[in-house]
């Protein structure tokens, strides 16, 4: 699916995306990259992105450096000069900032270089990928974009908090143009194997147990990545949502233990779900945000799961071509 006519908004535009060797960064700059207008530099320290995702392209420039270090990123903004930034960068995986909750904390820095180093160069608009765990456990559902409960102590909730924070006050004090948006489980060909619907459809292809902490009744919505990047170029292209927040994600609720049946069935799997002890803390119980915003923007239907996963199961089958477990029972 493509935006090209809303393109014609944006000419000669330079643009950088922190965080662009991970899931959602990495198609951004992808599909930005698909004009000839476009100039996109991706920087990322690699710690959880891969240099594989960066997209192939002459209009796109890696640099592997850490957003979080000044003396990595001073020299960037130097060197280009930048219309937009999207600012991507984060420690992610509920599993990884559990156990590196400094390295989550040191995030706030590379937020404030981003930040500070936009504002003094002239940058039109920063973008801000914050999250659905800022919302903590839920009091109203689905979750509204003005009804924030600022509930949860988990390292990688108050960052993103805080994140927000800062974006709202470099606006109110330096004028600087943001977005925010608070991103609800995106999945695709470039998410991490760590990530719930990955591990889930790997494990059913090759026939092995689906694992699932706790009784598996937390609830989750998924987002096919093309609905994520159309979402995010359209705030781009139509200037829409300057100095708000929107929430980008699929509105369907439904159980982590529905999901895994959902996977056997369609990949007519012999695995088996097993239950795993629930998880201390990170695992909140219900997750569905309020999409009505992304909806008005895309003016379209969203992905559905199940053509997503065949998406996704067809990606897979295409990176292993010679591989026979591909819905074939053992």
């Known amino acids: 699916m493509s935006f090209k006519p809303f393109f014609n908004v944006l000419i000669m535009a330079t643009i950088l995306i922190t965080g662009g060797a991970g899931n959602i960064g990495s198609a951004l700059a992808a599909r930005l990259a698909e004009q000839p207008e476009h100039h996109i530099v991706i ?8 240099l594989q995702k960066v997209p192939k392209s002459e209009r796109i420039r890696f640099i592997k450096a850490d957003i979080n270090a000044y003396h990595d990123i001073v020299p960037v ?8 930034v999207f600012h991507f960068a984060a420690v992610v995986g509920v599993k990884r900032t559990l156990e590196h909750p400094i390295a989550v904390l040191n995030d706030i820095e590379g937020i404030k270089h981003v930040l500070s180093l936009s504002k003094n160069s002239g940058v039109k608009r920063v973008f801000y990928s914050s999250s659905s765990e ?26 993103k908090n805080v994140g927000e924070a800062f974006f709202r006050s470099y606006q109110k004090e330096y004028g600087l143009p943001y ?27 090759h026939h092995q147990p689906i694992q699932i902490h706790g009784d598996g009744l937390q609830t989750r919505s998924f987002c096919y990545i093309d609905d994520t ?15 708000s927040i929107l929430n980008v994600g699929n509105d369907k609720e439904m159980t982590i233990l529905e999901l895994a049946q959902r996977v056997i069935d369609l990949t ?4 088996e779900i097993i239950h ?6 990170g695992d909140m119980r219900r997750r569905c945000p309020d999409v009505s915003k992304m909806k008005a923007l895309l003016q379209r239907d969203l992905t559905p799961l ?17 591989r026979d477990f591909l819905f074939n029972k053992v």
Do not use: W
């Open 229 to 243: 990047i159309d979402t995010c170029l359209k705030t781009l292209m139509n200037d829409s949502y300057k100095n």
């Open 306 to 322: 199940t053509q997503g996963l065949h998406l996704l199961i067809e990606y897979y089958q295409s990176q292993n071509p010679s």
């Open 134 to 159: 800022v919302y903590g456990e839920p009091f109203e559902i689905p979750q509204n974009e003005n009804t924030t409960p600022l509930n949860s102590r988990l390292p990688y909730a108050i960052v």
């Open 276 to 281: 795993l002890p629930a998880l201390k803390e």
């Open 179 to 205: 977005t925010i948006f608070r991103f609800f489980n995106t999945y695709g060909p470039n998410q991490s194997d760590d990530f719930v619907i990955p591990r889930f459809l790997k494990a059913a292809l």
């Open 268 to 271: 007519d799997s012999n695995s």
């Open 77 to 84: 903004f130097g060197r280009f000069d930048f219309d937009y």
């Open 43 to 50: 920087i990322d320290n690699l710690s959880t992105g891969s």
